[in-house]
């Protein structure tokens, strides 16, 4: 069992940054591949970005490739997103997920776990 807690969220203006985090629960969270998902009001949970259980491998969403960087430390149970030249586009509700099988996955059925998610807002 694996529990997440997001954080970091906020009220930010376009082109400035943010960083969340997502805290875990649990001795097995460096065996877990980790995803950053994010939903808009009306709208689906869609992938952001993945990464591994060692850090070694990671994946982002076209829409953020080259703005948001998804890194984790096992050490502190904590998986991370940081965004950078923030848009309007970007306002959502952000979750992160965890799963056991350790490697990159971009849908949200292959995640077990989820956090209950933090609002990003980005005022244009």
């Known amino acids: 069992q694996v529990q997440l807690v997001e954080s970091g969220g906020g009220l930010v203006q376009a082109g400035g940054s943010l960083r969340l985090s997502c805290a875990a629960s649990g001795r097995t969270f460096s065996r877990y591949g980790m995803g950053w998902f994010r939903q808009a009001p009306g709208k689906e949970r869609v992938f952001v970005a993945a990464i591994s259980w060692s850090g070694g491998n990671t994946y982002h969403a076209n829409s953020v490739k080259g703005r948001f960087t998804i890194s984790r430390d096992n050490a502190k149970n904590t998986v991370y997103l940081q965004m950078n030249s923030l848009k309007p586009e970007d306002t959502a509700v952000y979750y992160c997920?965890?799963?056991?099988?350790?490697?990159?996955?971009?849908?949200?059925?292959?995640?077990?776990?989820w956090g209950q998610g933090t609002q990003v807002t980005v005022s244009s």
């Open positions: 997920a965890a799963t056991p099988s350790g490697v990159i996955v971009t849908i949200t059925a292959g995640y077990d776990y």
